[in-house]
């Protein structure tokens, strides 16, 4: 079996950005084992602000417009992640959705359910980004004092997941 794909990535976590009237963690995923470079970095912002200007919104959520976001420079070309948050009347929902541009082509097309959402490289990434909202959550909960909003911020001041 070749292993080719299962070399380590390096990823680097580029702050919270905002933008287009999103808040977002923002990771960029490099094929190289060198590490991220700053061109990557400046293609994958670029890359995520022309993906969130594609997105639309059905009116029966609350969407917060809060997340993470994943530029992940691969061996066939570059694909965005943007995991995000809302509600549906008082149940707090996940929302994920993806895009690929493949090496040679100019625009991106927007991920169909038909096709992978993450790779073996992003769910290190995703995954935990995730179980840090949920979290975040539970502590407010807990607490019983904070709103949607301060929760959002709270996730979004988080320290950045480890990775490789």
């Given at each position: 079996m070749n292993s080719e794909w299962a070399a380590p990535r390096r990823a680097r976590f580029d702050g919270v950005r905002t933008g287009l009237d999103w808040r977002l963690r923002l990771y960029v995923v490099s094929s190289s084992g060198a590490g991220v470079t700053s061109r990557e970095t400046e293609l994958g912002n670029d890359a995520v602000d022309s993906c969130l200007g594609t997105v639309t919104f059905d009116p029966d959520y609350q969407m917060f417009r809060v997340g993470t976001?994943?530029?992940?420079?691969?061996?066939?070309?570059?694909?965005?992640?943007?995991?995000?948050?809302?509600?549906?009347?008082?149940?707090?929902?996940?929302?994920?959705?993806?895009?690929?541009?493949?090496?040679?082509?100019?625009?991106?097309?927007?991920?169909?359910?038909?096709?992978?959402?993450?790779?073996?490289?992003?769910?290190?990434?995703?995954?935990?980004?995730?179980?840090?909202?949920?979290?975040?959550?539970?502590?407010?909960?807990?607490?019983?004092?904070?709103?949607?909003?301060?929760?959002?911020?709270?996730?979004?001041?988080?320290?950045?997941?480890?990775h490789g």
């Open positions: 976001a994943l530029a992940h420079f691969g061996r066939r070309g570059l694909t965005i992640t943007l995991v995000h948050y809302g509600l549906w009347d008082d149940m707090f929902e996940v929302f994920i959705r993806g895009w690929y541009r493949y090496n040679g082509r100019s625009e991106f097309e927007e991920a169909t359910p038909a096709d992978p959402m993450l790779c073996y490289h992003d769910i290190p990434i995703i995954l935990p980004e995730i179980a840090l909202a949920h979290s975040t959550i539970a502590t407010a909960h807990s607490a019983g004092t904070a709103q949607w909003d301060e929760i959002m911020t709270a996730y979004l001041n988080a320290r950045p997941i480890s």
